[in-house]
């Protein structure tokens, strides 16, 4: 007898570890890049300290970046080259970002290309820059030459939630600067990286006697 659901593909289940860099791969990672790749070292940092997806950050526009407040609204993402909307409403959100970036940008602004969609980050003749290229001729090289583990590009977003975790920061804020679609979300993807929170938890359960 014919079974209609053989034909149906079964979805491949990733099983990729989630890594994220040190506060010292970190600085090694962006001294590599501000050294020998000046033109990437923006990017780079922008993807460290504000836990924007690839599209995204490829999508940024100059006016989506508040100097004034420190703050990037996200707007956009780039895809296959072409300018769409973010992958969820919680994706569309306002994030407060280090001065340090907004410094780099800054500079970097000065010295942009002009390009017709006024994005952020482009290639020399202001096309929007191709993903694929984007962490084989720049982001594995830096990996390497800083004597760093090779992560994936997105893996940097995991790095941007292990800082906020650090700082002790609360959990809904967490998910708004990472546009989660919930607080669920947010929790069961980086509850693990919160070891203290438990043994405090242990703690104060042991105190309810």
């Known amino acids: 007898m014919y079974n209609p659901v053989s034909r149906v593909k079964k979805l491949k289940v990733s099983n990729i570890e989630m890594q994220f860099l040190s506060e010292d791969e970190i600085q090694r990672v962006l001294v590599i890049a501000e050294q020998e790749y000046p033109d ?9 300290y504000s836990g924007m997806r690839r599209g995204e950050i490829l999508g940024l526009t100059w006016d989506c970046i508040d100097f004034t407040k420190s703050t990037i609204s996200v707007k956009h993402s780039m895809y296959k080259g072409k300018l769409t909307t973010p992958k969820t409403k919680n994706s569309i959100r ?3 970002v280090p001065s340090k970036l907004m410094q780099v940008l800054k500079q970097y602004k000065t010295h942009r290309v002009e390009n017709d969609l006024n994005l952020v980050f482009t290639q020399q003749n202001g096309k929007p820059i191709d993903a694929d290229n984007l962490i084989k001729r720049r982001f594995h090289k830096i ?4 004597d760093v583990k090779q992560i994936r590009f997105h893996d940097l977003r ?12 609360n959990f809904k804020y967490i998910q708004k600067q990472m546009g989660h679609s919930s607080f669920e979300v947010t929790m069961n993807t980086y509850a693990h990286l919160m070891p203290e929170v438990y043994e405090k938890s242990k703690l104060a359960i042991d105190g309810l006697i």
């Open 158 to 169: 995991h790095t941007y939630a292990s800082l906020l975790i650090s700082k002790d920061l």
């Open 143 to 146: 990996l390497k030459k800083a």
């Open 40 to 48: 990437f070292y923006p990017l780079l940092i922008t993807a460290i």
């Open 94 to 96: 306002e994030i407060q």
